[in-house]
């Protein structure tokens, strides 16, 4: 295997940037499925990181056992060393980061690949480094013509192509007034999810007052028009008897992507242009955003059990608690299988515990039946509740190991085969960028499916 690292530059595909890592592993496997395959957009592929040495086991591991390790080039690249980075950048048109906790090594790969003018793709799933990319890159990224779009795992495609799959069920003159997502982690053995996943939780407990102060800082943004009153917190604890769950309301990643989507979607309702997009790329573009209707989203996490959701509300606690002083993140970030109930573990899951694993969101749509025959008055009224329902479902493999790679490739090919329908540049959302491309289509064709369940009228009295 040689390491390209004192070779000319050469333009990839693709490059892998922390490839070794837990989750990098997983990406590194999928794409290799897609390597030079018939009618496949990527031709070139990249890995690197800091260790040689453990990039070359992570090429044997995601080859085998139907093959030799491929011979793809090895690039050395640090996130605490910049000139390797722009080298890094420099060589492909495409970047995948899945170096985090991505607050504490994710901004010089954006803007090493904002500078180069390439885009990136990551599997972050921390609002604040989220926003604070969007506030410190996005008009150099559109000048560049550099793409920056995180949250294209687990976070958050399910939940942002979940709501607008929901949302466009809503035929007119029905429409939605809020989309709730309830998420189910299942198994049948033990769920044991990346440590990465756990630490960046523990430091966004504590920089909660970043977020809040970045939020502060910049122009509060546009909200959408969206018909009837704002739904009622209700209780941080219920059950569903529908789906056999017990839900506890949090907040989300994915509830603040959502929420920038609309935002954007407020100030361009028919979207982003691509840069260099076709007519009937325009025409279809368009016609996605117009049957695309705005909602109130937020997000439950379910157990099947009562004991599962107070060892969901334990680790929050724990984490709440402990992580505002720093002996106390030390403790978290040390024992974490102890403080997560043996959810979190620095060993990660076996393989057959990712294979064990699965996921499933439920999207419970609730709006009017008929908009024609409400007047803004009524709307005004917040007595005025919803009177039908749309449940749809989202479900798929493990959510950290399976489902990210495939998500992540998958707009990684999008982005190579799609670029002149994509806009040119910018920080922007997985939704804005993807919604209107045919990622649900491809994510169906790759073990994650998009189902209607029920449509009803509900009693209002």
């Not at 970043?210 to 969206?226: D, M």
Request: hydrophobic letters at 35%; a positive charge; charged letters at 20%.
């Amino acid at each position: 295997m040689d390491n390209d690292s004192n070779q000319s530059p050469v333009l990839y595909d693709i490059v892998i940037l922390g490839a070794s890592g837990f989750t990098g592993k997983y990406v590194v496997r999928e794409a290799l499925k897609f390597l030079n395959s018939p009618s496949s957009p990527l031709k070139s592929l990249a890995i690197a990181g800091r260790n040689h040495s453990k990039l070359t086991q992570t090429l044997k591991w995601a080859a085998e056992p139907n093959s030799p390790p491929p011979s793809i080039p090895i690039l050395t690249a640090d996130t605490a060393d910049p000139a390797s980075l722009r080298l890094l950048c420099s060589r492909t048109r495409l970047v995948l980061n899945c170096v985090g906790p991505f607050r504490l090594h994710g901004d010089p790969v954006v803007a090493a690949c904002v500078e180069a003018g390439c885009d990136y793709l990551d599997i972050c799933g921390e609002p604040e480094f989220m926003e604070r990319m969007e506030y410190s890159y996005h008009d150099q990224a559109v000048e560049n013509g550099s793409l920056v779009v995180s949250a294209c795992g687990f976070d958050s495609v399910p939940a942002e192509l979940g709501w607008m799959f929901n949302s466009k069920q809503w035929v007119y003159p029905a429409v939605p007034n809020r989309i709730e997502a309830y998420l189910s982690l299942e198994s049948d053995k033990n769920i044991v999810a990346n440590f990465g996943t756990y630490q960046s939780a523990v430091l966004g407990v504590a920089n909660v007052d970043k977020l809040q102060e970045l939020r502060r800082s910049r122009p509060r943004r546009t909200k959408p028009k969206i018909p009837g009153p704002y739904p009622n917190k209700g209780p941080t604890i219920d059950y569903q008897k529908e789906f056999g769950l017990w839900l506890l309301k949090l907040p989300s990643a994915d509830t603040a992507v959502v929420s920038r989507t609309l935002a954007t979607l407020t100030k361009y309702p028919e979207g982003l242009p691509g840069v260099r997009e076709s007519d009937d790329r325009t025409e279809r573009r368009k016609k996605y955003w117009s049957a695309t209707k705005p909602a109130y989203f937020g997000l439950k996490l379910g157990s099947n059990c009562l004991l599962g959701l107070f060892q969901f509300i334990t680790l929050g606690v724990s984490i709440g608690y402990l992580g505002r002083s720093s002996i106390g993140r030390w403790l978290l970030l040390n024992f974490p299988s102890f403080f997560s109930a043996g959810w979190f573990s620095k060993k990660g899951p076996s393989e057959d515990e990712v294979a064990s694993a699965s996921f499933k969101m439920w999207f419970v749509g609730r709006g009017y039946s008929d908009l024609s025959r409400r007047t803004s008055t009524e709307f005004g009224n917040k007595k005025q509740e919803p009177d039908a329902e749309i449940i749809t479902r989202v479900m798929g493999p493990d959510a950290g190991y399976s489902t990210t790679p495939i998500i992540l490739l998958q707009c990684a090919l999008i982005v190579l085969a799609q670029r002149d329908n994509l806009p040119k540049g910018g920080v922007l959302t997985p939704g804005i960028v993807f919604g209107p491309t045919n990622l649900r289509e491809r994510l169906e064709h790759n073990g994650i499916s998009f189902d209607v369940i029920s449509r009803r009228v509900v009693s209002t009295k």
